[in-house]
């Protein structure tokens, strides 16, 4: 059972750096995340016959024992939403639609931790920008620093963002997560209801709760996740993502989140891309932590070649040339790494029943901002 003296900030970022305020206020918010999640499932078990929440705050309850190989507990999906994917042999993704234009105010429909914005000139792509943080991150950065959240617009976005495009009202008002700046000129972090941190943790959590139909206990990750609830089986993401966490839970073990928590780009494929016969898969750069903890990448041609007047709409995989996003964001491997007890023997029962655990709100919460946590999307509502 793995032991963290305090959560870090997603992918190592520096963020907290020089302020110890924002790095413990995180994480409280991270401990808060967890203890909420515990408490539902406890409760749920106890409803349905006890048990042992199998999920664990390894901040608050971790300890130094032994857990099997990180290898054993990485959880892999691919980064294009299933749902844009090719219905059929020799039909393509509906690229298209799994980009379609959005205005301020509107998120993106991208539903598998990864997002990405096109920018385009002439008609041409100049370069495809990727992020796959977390809304709710920001959502905590504003509250506790709002300067840190414009340095890091005009960082990654443009160097023109403003306050006011980010706090309507000021910086002591409410930070707007669908703003301009990161929907219809780009992308600072993930839009989508569905893609953040309290999720993720949340469906890790519920799906440490096994179940049974007819006797048989389920095993298979669309059956599970039909059953449970604990995300979306339209999805790519969800379905890996429960059906491990539950395979680990049938084993016995206690299963927590490798610090620092969060969602990431865990690898890209280049093999196939050429520009002019020539390799173009090292035109994908991480811009914002490193593999395999990515939170930020830019496929863009290099300036020389720029300067030539090529673009990323040169570049060709297989036949075809790029033209959409979604050509590259098909080749990124997204994934969460989990950790698992060697052994502890935990033999709960599996639920008879199907249904969502229900969000249970914590007594006392660890930091106030935590109280957003119950408005925010659980995954059954995916």
Not at 128 to 138: N, S
Request: glycine fraction near 8%; charged fraction near 15%.
């Amino acid at each position: 059972m793995a032991k963290y003296g305090a959560f870090s900030a997603p992918g190592n970022n520096s963020d907290f750096q020089n302020d110890a305020t924002l790095a413990s206020d995180w994480n409280k918010q991270m401990s808060a995340v967890f203890d909420t999640s515990v408490t539902s499932v406890s409760a749920y078990l106890a409803h349905h016959g006890g048990g042992t929440c199998q999920l664990y705050n390894p901040v608050a309850n971790g300890r130094p024992d032994p857990d099997l190989a990180s290898s054993a507990t990485d959880i892999p999906w691919n980064g294009f939403p299933k749902r844009y994917g090719a219905r059929g042999p020799g039909q393509s993704p509906n690229y298209a639609a799994a980009e379609a234009p959005i205005v301020a105010g509107t998120n993106r429909d991208q539903d598998e931790y990864l997002e990405w914005f096109v920018n385009k000139k002439a008609g041409k792509i100049v370069s495809i920008h990727f992020t796959c943080e977390a809304w709710d991150y920001f959502d905590f950065l504003a509250s506790e620093a709002p300067n840190k959240v414009l340095q890091l617009y005009q960082t990654y976005i443009s160097p023109t963002v403003q306050m006011s495009d980010l706090f309507p009202d000021g910086p002591n008002g409410d930070y707007d997560k669908l703003n301009k700046w990161n929907t219809a000129l780009g992308a600072m972090h993930l839009t989508h209801p569905a893609n953040n941190l309290f999720a993720e943790v949340f469906l890790a959590a519920t799906a440490t709760v096994r179940r049974s139909q007819h006797g048989t206990e389920i095993t298979q990750s669309i059956p599970l996740i039909r059953c449970s609830k604990y995300g979306d089986d339209t999805r790519n993401s969800d379905p890996a993502i429960g059906a491990a966490v539950n395979g680990l839970a049938r084993q016995g073990r206690n299963v927590t989140l490798a610090n620092p928590v969060g969602l990431y780009i865990g690898a890209f494929d280049g093999a196939g891309l050429m520009l002019n016969g020539a390799p173009a898969g090292n035109f994908f750069k991480v811009v914002r932590g490193a593999f395999p903890l990515a939170l930020r990448a830019v496929y863009e041609l290099p300036a020389e070649l720029a300067a030539q007047g090529l673009t990323v709409s040169d570049v060709k995989t297989g036949a075809s040339a790029i033209q959409f996003g979604g050509q590259i964001a098909e080749r990124i491997t997204m994934h969460i790494a989990g950790v698992a007890s060697i052994a502890r023997d935990i033999q709960n029962l599996p639920v008879s029943v199907c249904g969502a655990v229900p969000q249970v709100k914590p007594q006392a919460p660890s930091l106030a901002a935590s109280a957003k946590l119950t408005a925010l999307r659980s995954p059954q509502e995916a």
